[in-house]
């Protein structure tokens, strides 16, 4: 019996990595793969169905779907950010969460947050999330995503990134979290002993803004 759950236990890690290994999908007909960045000649980045830097929020349900949250998430004593979070986005066999971020000034956003019909603390209590009225939603579908946030359901390790994103330009070590940067696609990958893997996404011209504060 033991035998039998330690084969069990061995497939479904098998399973569950292996579209990150496998080479030999079709591109063709399989897209909105996390490898898969085409950068733009106007310098947008595309990944995910998504072109960030040009993409609206009403472009990402267009192309992702509706079952979504669209929220403002604040810690204590921020205005907070818009975000619309994929519970559950599926390309192929692989799956994970997505979390779409906007350019929306903050006088919006607290305007947003003081007309919101509900809040609630997250998980962490760390941050609250305020859900936004049916009066803003119109507006607030029409902003511009300028990040991109994928956490796969699977865990990563170093081989498989390399494997599917190639060498980083530069790695960085910082509190026990491996970082893995390519400035060229605009992608920060953080690489954790004991939680998920976090991929982010901007444009390229917008890339030192999100490494910053992991090179003080």
Not at 31 to 50: K, M
Not at 148 to 172: K, W
């Amino acid at each position: 019996m033991k035998i039998f759950f330690s084969l069990f236990f061995l497939l479904a890690v098998v399973l569950a990595v292996y579209p990150f290994f496998n080479q030999s999908e079709n591109r063709e007909t399989l897209t909105g793969l996390p490898w898969q960045i085409e950068v733009l000649g106007d310098g947008a980045t595309q990944v995910f169905g998504i072109t960030i830097g040009k993409s609206r929020l009403s472009d990402a349900i267009a192309v992702l779907g509706s079952d979504m949250e669209l929220a403002v998430i604040a810690a204590q004593d921020e205005t907070g950010k818009l975000e619309m979070y994929y519970g559950y986005y599926k390309a192929g066999l692989l799956s994970g969460k997505l979390i779409l971020q906007t350019s929306a000034a903050d006088r919006e956003i607290q305007r947003w947050r003081d007309n919101a019909v509900s809040s609630e603390y997250m998980a962490t209590g760390k941050a609250k999330k305020f859900m936004l009225s049916d009066i803003d939603r119109t507006e607030v579908l029409t902003q511009t995503i300028i990040s991109v946030t994928f956490v796969p359901a699977v865990n990563l390790d170093e081989s498989v990134i390399v494997a599917r994103f190639g060498e980083p330009e530069l790695r960085l070590e910082k509190s026990g979290v491996s970082h893995f940067l390519y400035p060229q696609q605009g992608l920060h990958i953080a690489l954790y002993e004991n939680a998920k893997e976090v991929l982010q996404y901007v444009k390229p011209a917008d890339f030192q803004q999100l490494v910053a504060p992991l090179e003080k």
